[in-house]
């Protein structure tokens, strides 16, 4: 079905940039379009919580694995190790309080964070085991103003409808509370270089696919300010071993890490590294 319209901005000013597959699972086929007006490109045909759920293979999704059993797992959790690192660095300074994981996947980062003495809650609606430190959708709706901090790590993406999201998520917070929200970049040289075939794209479960301009616009709709944005620089190493696992590449992994490099090279100069952290103010 051709959209009328953007969902994001509500422009009619669209086109259909590709037609791409959904490589991890199904192999099936989805439209990718494109928004001239906010910049945003979003997957079609549209889906419902119960329709999207199905592409979720909670035993193999990477996000949601807790062990690793192929050369692919050791690699995401080599990369998740030094991730978890480097997050916690950027919010540090930041959480004066409690902490909500928003789409905690594994619950892998939350762990890491309470081993700093950060006390985190997690929400995860769709890999949803039970810990003690987990809050449900009905529980977490009745809340208010209760957490100093609320991280999206590769997570707004998925969503429907990123607007309704953010509004949400802003009652949450605090006052003069932040918001973390981490995702791919579409100005990204990786993006440019493997087109139809980036792993950042990851069809159908990314619903939307941002850059900064376009993010920066969502954020203006919903009254949030980008406080500063911070590299995920070892993203482009994997993203790009995927990439190239994505077009049956000989040495994905060396031509990988090759374009990972350049593209983080290039990112120097134009910011434009593959993934990008947002920290917003309330």
Known sequence: MTPSHCPLCKSKKIKIEFQGIDYSFTKERFDVYECSECSVSFTMPYMNEKDISKYYNKKNYQSFKGSSVSFFDIVYNLVRDINSHNKHKAIKDI?????????????????????????????????????????????????????????????????????????FIKKLLKKRSHIVVAMPNTSSYDNSYYGKHWAGYDLPRHRFHFNPTAFSKLCGKVGLKIKSTIPMYYDSYYVSILSEKNKQS????????????????????????SSLIYVLEN
């Open 95 to 167: 959480v004066h309080g409690d902490l909500l994981d928003y789409g905690s996947g594994s619950g892998f980062f939350a762990k890491y964070l309470r081993k700093k003495n950060i006390t985190v809650y997690e929400y995860e609606p769709i890999n949803n085991s039970f810990n003690k430190w987990m809050i449900d959708n009905k529980v977490l709706r009745k809340k208010k103003n209760c957490f100093s901090a609320v991280t999206l790590w590769h997570v707004l993406e998925h969503v429907n409808d990123p607007v309704k999201e953010l509004l």
């Open 250 to 273: 000989i040495f994905s992994f060396i031509k990988g890490l090759y374009i990972g490099f350049i593209s983080n090279l290039k990112a120097k100069k134009t910011k434009n590294y």
